[in-house]
């Protein structure tokens, strides 16, 4: 991985991390509407008269169908050819397939630099073994295990960090480990897709609910790839979102616009903050902003507030402007999402 240490950009940082409240499982959300078929084929009347006019989340979801070869490869034909190209999986069903990176393909682009987040646990703990496994065995790792040991040498108190550094970070981490070192919890969040290399940004070809349900106008697209568990705090967006999932699941809860406010403006005055919603700042990812915004959204007095979806591979999830959403991934595979912003 030459040159990793000296292309890192460090962004700011703040201070101690809690551990994410467990998911309630029994919490009594509405499932979010949803149509069977992949968003390549979904009838453009059907979504604009169900989701973009009404201003109303729906996923977009292949999970309803029979597990069979057969079902998987029509799956594969239909999904974005990244979901082929940069993962692979074992044969089965949705629920089934165990994802990791396609390293033969994506190391060829090793040294495109990405934006990076990184969670360590309060005590470091986890990513101490890491490092140290790295840097005793003869496993390739040893300049990913420097690489990390930066972050916990900077200070014993900051447990959420931002910096940008090549995909070849991501790909050494991604490997396997033995059952008793946990991988560094690396996430690639928000990685425009215009800065990628052409080759990879062929593999994401505008759907055409983006392009034609709409004026046709694209805002922003990004690729999320990471180690799990990922996490996206609760926020909103100023455009219609197409969140496309490419490698295992995620769990998205929804509010509508004025119950996310409310959600929002309680967690401020009981911390006494006065935060902006409008961006993934740090505040929201550690400290008593994210303790607060987890447990109003996932802890176990939520009842009946929003909707929610688990998005597995091949699915599509429409979050139309304004609704509050919070994402979590799903199981312990390498997780990989899409999304474009648009109207």
């Given at each position: 991985m030459?040159?990793l240490?000296n292309?890192?950009a460090?962004a700011?940082?703040?201070t101690?991390?809690?551990?994410y409240?467990?998911?309630?499982?029994?919490?009594?959300?509405?499932?979010?509407?949803?149509i069977?078929?992949?968003?390549a084929?979904v009838?453009l009347?059907e979504f604009?008269k169900?989701?973009?006019?009404?201003?109303?989340?729906?996923?977009i979801t292949t999970?309803?169908?029979?597990?069979?070869n057969?079902?998987?490869a029509i799956?594969l034909?239909?999904?974005?050819?990244a979901?082929?190209r940069?993962?692979?999986?074992?044969?089965g069903n949705?629920?089934?397939r165990v994802?990791?990176?396609?390293?033969p393909?994506?190391?060829?682009?090793q040294?495109t630099?990405l934006p990076?987040e990184?969670?360590?646990?309060?005590?470091?703990?986890a990513?101490?073994?890491?490092?140290?496994?790295?840097?005793?065995?003869n496993?390739g790792?040893q300049?990913?295990?420097?690489?990390?040991a930066?972050?916990?040498?900077?200070?014993n108190s900051r447990t959420?960090?931002?910096?940008?550094?090549?995909?070849?970070?991501?790909?050494?981490a991604c490997?396997?480990t033995p059952?008793?070192?946990?991988q560094p919890r690396?996430?690639?969040a928000?990685?425009?897709?215009a800065?990628?290399p052409?080759?990879l940004?062929?593999?994401?070809p505008?759907?055409r609910?983006v392009s034609e349900?709409g004026?046709g106008?694209?805002?922003?697209?990004?690729?999320?790839m990471?180690?799990?568990?990922?996490?996206?705090?609760?926020?909103?967006d100023p455009?219609p979102?197409?969140?496309?999932?490419?490698?295992?699941s995620?769990?998205v809860?929804?509010?509508?616009?004025?119950?996310g406010?409310?959600?929002?403006?309680s967690?401020q005055?009981?911390?006494?903050?006065?935060g902006s919603?409008?961006?993934?700042g740090?505040?929201m990812?550690?400290g008593?902003?994210?303790?607060?915004?987890?447990?109003?959204?996932w802890?176990?007095?939520v009842?009946g507030?929003?909707y929610e979806?688990?998005?597995s591979?091949?699915?599509?999830?429409?979050i139309p402007k304004?609704w509050w959403?919070?994402?979590k991934?799903?199981?312990?595979?390498?997780?990989g999402?899409?999304?474009?912003w648009?109207?």
């Open positions: 030459p040159g240490i292309t890192i460090r700011s940082r703040t101690l991390l809690r551990p409240s467990s998911y309630n499982e029994y919490a009594s959300l509405s499932s979010v509407d949803r069977v078929g992949t968003f084929a009838d009347t604009r169900r989701a973009f006019i009404p201003e109303k989340p729906l996923l999970k309803a169908r029979a597990a069979s057969t079902e998987n799956w034909d239909q999904s974005l050819p979901a082929r940069w993962f692979s999986h074992e044969p949705a629920s089934s994802f990791t990176l396609s390293e393909y994506l190391s060829r682009f040294d630099v990076y990184l969670i360590i646990e309060p005590n470091g703990d990513l101490q073994r890491y490092i140290n496994w790295a840097q005793t065995e496993n790792r300049e990913v295990a420097t690489f990390l930066q972050f916990l040498s900077e200070s959420f960090h931002r910096f940008h550094a090549p995909l070849s970070l991501f790909l050494q490997q396997a059952s008793h070192i946990k690396l996430y690639i928000q990685a425009q897709i800065d990628l052409k080759e940004q062929h593999d994401l505008t759907p609910i349900a004026k106008d694209i805002y922003d697209a990004n690729i999320w990471g180690i799990p568990p990922t996490y996206t705090p609760l926020h909103k455009n979102n197409l969140f496309v999932q490419l490698a295992s995620k769990r809860r929804l509010f509508e616009p004025a119950a406010s409310a959600i929002f403006r967690v005055q009981r911390i006494g903050q006065h919603a409008s961006f993934r740090d505040e990812m550690e008593p902003e994210r303790d607060a915004l987890d447990e109003a959204v802890g176990e007095e009842r507030e929003g979806a688990i998005v591979c091949g699915d599509a999830l429409f304004g959403h919070s994402i991934s799903v199981g312990g595979d390498i997780s999402s899409v999304n474009w648009f109207r």
